[in-house]
């Protein structure tokens, strides 16, 4: 059970690799314009997939994507507070409307999250290319990614109303690596065919 090469310690490594991970982005965020470069630094490590030195691989791809990231960091704030604005649109709306809403914030939440990932393979600093290349793959990948937001949301309301909200800071990571595991194969498809 113990084992080194046993499914449980692995687990467990999976699990502090995680945990780690997920101070390293709330920390490395705190300056909210790092939040781009912070992100594409997670999905980095996450790709490389290393028990080993993923603190080292975090910082050195933070440095790296910093100055990268950040005019898509504008994009994705002016974003944000578009969604934010059209779901707190309160004039009475037809059921229909309400859902193409919430298809819409859950299609700018995706691609956001997609420009960083996208960020993280391809090194690019041409950020119309990056948006571009981020646009197109979202919209290939909506229908398998589209409930994904609203699940999570779900599932962060549940854990703030049970847990206490400091749970949600402490597996933030873990909603991050759960969607880059939904869409980890139809990017590397996607980046092969481009």
């Known amino acids: ?89 309160t004039t009475q709306q037809s059921n229909f409307f309400n859902l193409m809403r919430m298809i819409f914030i859950s299609f700018l939440i995706c691609y956001n999250l997609n420009v960083y990932i996208i960020q993280s393979y391809l090194k690019t ?6 948006l571009r290349t981020s646009f197109v793959f979202t919209a290939l990948t909506l229908m398998r990614t589209i409930l994904y937001p609203a699940l999570i949301t779900i599932a962060a309301w549940l854990m703030v109303k049970y847990l206490g909200e400091f749970i949600i800071v402490i597996i933030f990571a873990a909603f991050l690596a759960i969607y880059f595991q939904l869409i980890k194969k139809p990017l590397v498809k996607y980046l092969s065919i481009s």
């Open 1 to 89: 059970m113990l084992r080194i090469d046993s499914k449980f310690y692995n687990g467990m490594v999976a699990i502090y690799r995680l945990l780690v991970l997920n101070v390293l982005v709330i920390v490395f965020s705190l300056p909210v314009i790092t939040i781009g470069a912070s992100l594409s630094a997670f999905y980095t490590v996450l790709s490389a997939d290393q028990a080993r030195g993923f603190i080292r691989l975090f910082i050195e791809s933070f440095r790296e994507s910093f100055a990268k990231t950040l005019l898509p960091f504008g994009f994705t704030l002016m974003s944000i507070i578009f969604a934010i604005l059209l779901y707190h649109s």
């Open 125 to 130: 600093r041409y950020v119309y290319q990056l």
